[in-house]
T-cell receptor, first 113, second 111 residues
Framework: EADIYQTPRYLVIGTGKKITLECSQTMGHDKMYWYQQDPGMELHLIHYSYGVNSTEKGDLSSESTVSRIRTEHFPLTLESARPSHTSQYLC????????????FGEGSRLTVL | QKEVEQDPGPLSVPEGAIVSLNCTYSNSAFQYFMWYRQYSRKGPELLMYTYSSGNKEDGRFTAQVDKSSKYISLFIRDSQPSDSATYLCAMSEMGNTPLVFGKGTRLSVIA
């Protein structure tokens, strides 16, 4: 069982609101990731981090920001939510880079009205 | 052209059938190949992992990689209703690059 937690699991919010999706892992993994997943579409990498104070943008510009102040914590913030941000957001972590095993959280389903 | 192509299905099979799931890719630098399984309302979990070309078997599951054709497959033997899920292929290069995922194939195994 993976020890990676996301909150909230479900969020319905109005346009223009600021939201933060939380992600925490207790495995001591250096590498953490945020993916966006829509039905029938690929997982799109939004942001990733290879360690504390290190963050990179992925291939999808989602107008979001991340921070990595602590190893175990990797929150994703949307400053001004829009209906186009409606999606499933998945957080993941890994100990090794290319040997494959990402541990995913259960996801945060965001709906922006 | 997308880096990784995967037919999203849906695919519906009777219990006990052999299932074949496939992905093609365009980046010849990919070296690591994975299959993830995702149940409804859950995050993906690693099912199979293969480095470079060849086959790997784990119980009812077999993963195959054909780098010359840029084609990977996942076979499920004696499929069970509990195998009903979305199966995502993923792959990466050597070095400091994140995984690239396919769209996922939604599989239903009917009892």
């Amino acid at each position: 069982e993976a020890d990676i937690y996301q909150t909230p699991r479900y969020l319905v919010i109005g346009t223009g609101k600021k939201i933060t999706l939380e992600c925490s892992q207790t495995m001591g993994h250096d590498k953490m990731y945020w993916y966006q997943q829509d039905p029938g579409m690929e997982l799109h990498l939004i942001h990733y981090s290879y360690g504390v104070n290190s963050t990179e943008k992925g291939d999808l510009s989602s107008e979001s920001t991340v921070s990595r102040i602590r190893t175990e914590h990797f929150p994703l913030t949307l400053e001004s939510a829009r209906p186009s941000h409606t999606s499933q957001y998945l957080c993941a972590s890994s100990a090794q880079l290319n040997t494959g095993e990402l541990f995913f959280g259960e996801g945060s389903r965001l709906t922006v009205l | 052209q997308k880096e990784v192509e995967q037919d999203p299905g849906p695919l519906s099979v009777p219990e006990g059938a052999i299932v074949s799931l496939n992905c093609t890719y365009s980046n010849s630098a990919f070296q690591y190949f994975m299959w993830y399984r995702q149940y409804s309302r859950k995050g993906p979990e690693l099912l199979m992992y293969t480095y470079s070309s060849g086959n790997k078997e784990d119980g009812r599951f077999t993963a195959q990689v054909d780098k010359s054709s840029k084609y990977i497959s996942l076979f499920i033997r004696d499929s069970q209703p509990s195998d009903s899920a979305t199966y995502l292929c993923a792959m990466s290069e050597m070095g400091n690059t994140p995984l690239v995922f396919g769209k996922g194939t939604r599989l239903s195994v009917i009892a």
